[in-house]
């Protein structure tokens, strides 16, 4: 989907890099209408030769370039972006934060009274299978939203929700794929065990993924009933099931999805 206008991306760096080849692949900006800032002149040289964008470390001048901005350096470093912006974001550009645990109103109030909309973006944004919720601060329009969608939606899925619920977006979506390549790894280890290949147990392993997480977006079939069609009485399914719930994942993933939550809470505070 198109993006009008300019796009400024401060924090090229894995998220901001990701969205910025997001943007280039997909054609919905081309390289003369978007500049992003890192903090070191070597990365910004490397991604000015990379996607023949211009990169650079002044901040400032970014901003006042663009119509948009998207922020993406992490939380610690927030503080000293803002500074090198203030004053520089033109009346009505949206401010677009995907930075975890940053409220709207954090930015509001560094910023002025401008229109922030905040997101929650992963990193399947690499390969355009981002999931990513949107929600809006104070001085944000609808068609600041939009703003927001278009720019996402170039690398993926966005769901708009409250901005209440962004602590557990990020716990859920934000830090979810570091859960599966957990898993993955786990499971991969697992063939090791049982005698296979490290090739041949990937393959199997990323293969199985795949597939599983294809039905689960594309049957919207509820994810019990797709576990019960896999697990035949008496079967080796059910005897992987019960090592499972007596080794209590379920109530792993509940307390650490939780506990990612409240860490996004502290990011917010500090
Ligand atoms: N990684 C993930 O899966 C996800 C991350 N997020 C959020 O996205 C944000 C970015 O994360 P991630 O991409 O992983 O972080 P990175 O550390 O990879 O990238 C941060 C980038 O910000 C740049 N930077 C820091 N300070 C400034 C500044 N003052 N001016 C301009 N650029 C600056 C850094 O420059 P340099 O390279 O020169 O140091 C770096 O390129 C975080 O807030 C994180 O919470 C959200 C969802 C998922
Ligand atoms: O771990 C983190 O803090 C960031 C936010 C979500 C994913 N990565």
């Not at 690499?126 to 001085?139: C, K, Q, R």
């Not at 602590?167 to 570091?178: E, H, I, K, R």
């Not at 719930?245 to 809470?265: H, M, P, S």
Request: charged share 20%; aromatic share 2%; glycine share 8%.
């Amino acid at each position: 989907m198109d993006v009008n206008g300019n796009i400024g991306i401060l924090g090229a760096g894995r998220m901001g890099e990701a969205l910025l080849s997001g943007l280039l692949r997909s054609g919905a900006a081309s390289p003369d209408r978007i500049r992003a800032t890192v903090r070191r002149p070597e990365r910004a040289a490397e991604l000015t030769a990379q996607y023949d964008v211009e990169v650079s470390t002044d901040s400032a001048a970014v901003a006042e370039w663009a119509d948009q901005v998207v922020i993406a350096v992490k939380p610690q470093t927030l503080g000293q972006l803002l500074d090198q912006i203030v004053g520089h974001i033109r009346p009505g550009e949206p401010v677009i934060s995907v930075v975890a645990g940053i409220t709207c109103a954090r930015f509001e109030q560094a910023l002025g009274d401008i229109p922030v909309v905040r997101v929650m973006s992963n990193v399947p944004v690499l390969v355009d299978e981002a999931m990513s919720a949107i929600s809006p601060g104070a001085f944000a329009t609808e068609a600041d939203l939009v703003t927001a969608e278009k720019l996402l939606t170039n690398v993926g899925r966005v769901v708009r929700l409250g901005e209440q619920h962004m602590d557990a977006v990020t716990a859920l979506a934000g830090s979810g794929p570091a859960y599966f390549f957990l898993l993955a790894e786990a499971m991969i280890d697992a063939g090791l065990l049982l005698g296979l290949s490290r090739d041949v147990s990937t393959e199997l392993i990323v293969q199985t993924m795949v597939g599983s997480a294809l039905m689960l977006r594309d049957t919207g079939r509820h994810p019990v009933e797709l576990r019960e069609s896999v697990t035949s009485p008496g079967g080796t399914t059910i005897a992987a099931v019960r090592v499972l719930e007596e080794q209590r994942v379920r109530a792993a993933f509940l307390n650490a999805i939780e506990a990612a939550r409240d860490r996004a809470v502290e990011l917010g505070a500090d």
